[in-house]
């Protein structure tokens, strides 16, 4: 490197900010597809997390969001899906 270059500090990859595809108090018809480490339903919206609890791979319910964070959501059943 030569003297009186600066060099460009490293950066830990830069994401832009994704587009929450959820919203508090919504409620989305769901699947659950997982579970999580914890045991919670796993089931996604545009591809974006939402957990779910007292849930089993496979239900079809309604979940009504309770909090969103930047990475996911946690939902609570409503309703069993009318599917």
């Known amino acids: ?3 009186g270059k600066k060099r ?3 950066t830990s990859g830069f994401r832009p900010a994704r587009r929450v595809p959820v919203v ?3 409620e989305y018809d769901v699947e659950i597809e997982s579970l999580g480490s914890r045991g919670d339903g796993i089931a996604r919206i545009e591809g974006f997390v939402i957990f779910v609890k ?3 791979v496979g239900d079809k319910l309604k979940v009504r969001v309770d909090s969103i964070s930047r990475r ?3 939902a609570t059943p409503v309703a069993q899906s009318g599917e």
Do not use: Y
């Open 8 to 10: 460009r500090p490293a």
């Open 1 to 3: 490197m030569e003297r």
């Open 72 to 74: 996911f959501a946690i």
């Open 54 to 56: 007292n849930t089993k």
């Open 24 to 26: 508090i108090g919504g």
